[in-house]
């Protein structure tokens, strides 16, 4: 079966910082992946997503960027932090060239900036 | 512009009732929809989905609706227990691309009561 994994949990890291999260999933090959962020008492917002390794769309103009080295990594990065990137940032996939699959998420991680 | 609304942000249930939750949507290239279940702390969990050439799916206590014309979906949950207590997300994806963008609602707080 198909699982994803997402670390850290929690990070808690002071303006001006960088950030690397990341994202990896087992059991499928080429599944399309995706970022999302939930701020407080919001929808999920869908960041960054991806097709394949090397390919990358942004949605949102914002201070972070996306990289997929292997097929099935996925790391959400930035150079220097922003009170406002505090948020729960959330990894998900699906199955790439299947119809009307829906994607599953990563538990997630809870990031704070102080 | 919001795309996907779900304009309760919460609800309560007593246990055994029915809990209805809504979503309106304005694109009407979306055609695939899903409802996900989220607890604090974790990431969403797939509950079902409904294909646009669809008005009802049925999977165990939980059913979908699809209204077209309206725009509009639900979820229904019969018989509600406790443990359905969590935020929900309906989503929505646009046919027209060749990814499985999601947009997402704001989410509506379920809380059953014992």
């Known amino acids: 079966s198909q699982t994803i994994h997402q670390w850290p949990a929690t990070l808690v890291q002071p303006v001006g910082s960088p950030l690397s999260l990341e994202c990896t999933v087992e059991?499928?090959?080429?599944?399309?992946l995706y970022w999302y962020r939930q701020a407080a008492g919001r929808g999920l917002q869908l960041l960054f997503y991806?097709?394949?390794?090397?390919?990358i769309s942004s949605e949102v103009p914002q201070n972070l960027s996306a990289s997929r080295p292997q097929d099935r990594q996925f790391i959400l990065s930035s150079k220097k932090l922003l009170l406002s990137d505090s948020g729960f940032y959330l990894c998900?996939?699906?199955?790439?060239?299947?119809?009307?699959?829906?994607?599953?998420f990563g538990d997630g991680t809870r990031l704070s900036i102080l | 512009d919001q795309q996907v609304k779900q304009n309760s942000p919460s609800l309560s249930v007593q246990e055994g009732r029915i809990s209805i939750l809504n979503c309106d949507y304005t694109?009407?290239?979306?055609?695939?929809f899903l409802w996900y279940k989220k607890y604090p702390a974790e990431g969403p969990t797939f509950l079902i989905s409904?294909?646009?050439?669809?008005d009802k799916n049925e999977d165990g206590r939980f059913t979908v609706f699809l209204n077209k014309s309206a725009k509009h979906l639900s979820l229904h949950i019969v018989p509600s227990q406790p443990g359905d207590s969590a935020v929900y997300f309906c989503?929505?994806?646009?046919?027209?691309?060749?990814?499985?963008?999601?947009?997402f609602g704001q989410g509506t707080t379920l809380q059953v009561k014992p």
């Open positions: 998900a996939w699906e199955q790439g060239q299947g119809i009307n699959q829906p994607q599953h």
């Open positions: 059991g499928t090959s080429n599944p399309n």
């Open positions: 991806s097709v394949g390794i090397g390919q």
């Open positions: 694109n009407s290239m979306f055609d695939y």
């Open positions: 409904i294909s646009s050439i669809k």
């Open positions: 989503a929505a994806r646009d046919g027209s691309g060749n990814t499985g963008k999601l947009i």
